[in-house]
């Protein structure tokens, strides 16, 4: 017997062994790892990110992975027995967040990789995401002492003036080896804007 699957290309045709070949009638499930290998597409574009692989990260593109993907995949865990939930209950384990960890922006960022920052931007990452310590993209591509990739950042609607949750902006971040030399400081300030720590406390008082 022959069956066509009208359910897209996640679903199986399954033919039980007992079934009459002349009976059309056929059953059908949908692939169980449909929805890990989403995960997997998503945990792709983040190491290729974070080890800057640009070759990676257009592939991942390419399948859909989620722009804002935080979580690399993981296998799931057994569920816990009762006696082992109620004995991790007292424990008062911190749920994660949505904002915990880093966006595949934010390892580009701080990567300082000028063309990973562009390729994402392209696709429509979001400029504005905060880890869990309120730091942007801008903030990690000061961190890394590449100058063009805060000016691509910049140049797509990130803020200088963003503070974190220490109220630190983006210019504090910069490594103190990008600003030994005074021309080289004046680069940093012409785009970044200065020292950041009088104005943070301001935008901070603010909030």
Known sequence: ASCTCEKGPDCKV?????????????????????????????????VACRDNDIAGLKLALEEGAYLETRRPFVMRPKP????????????GKKRKTPREGLTPLMYSSQ??????????????????????????????AASSG????????????????AVDDNCRQPIDYVPEGCTIMRTDREKWEAVLGGSGLPRAAAACAKE
């Open 14 to 46: 399954v033919i039980p062994a007992a079934l009459d070949p002349l009976d059309k009638t056929c059953a059908t499930i949908v692939n169980a790892s449909a929805k890990d290998s989403k995960g997997m597409v998503n945990h792709r574009l983040l």
């Open 80 to 91: 816990p027995t009762n006696m082992e939930a109620l004995l991790d209950a007292p424990t």
């Open 111 to 140: 990567n300082g990789s000028v063309a990973a920052t562009t390729l994402l931007l392209q696709a429509r990452a979001q400029i504005s995401a905060r880890d869990e310590d309120g730091l942007r993209p801008l903030h990690f």
């Open 146 to 161: 590449v100058l063009e990739v805060c000016e691509i950042l910049l140049s797509h609607g990130a803020e200088k003036e």
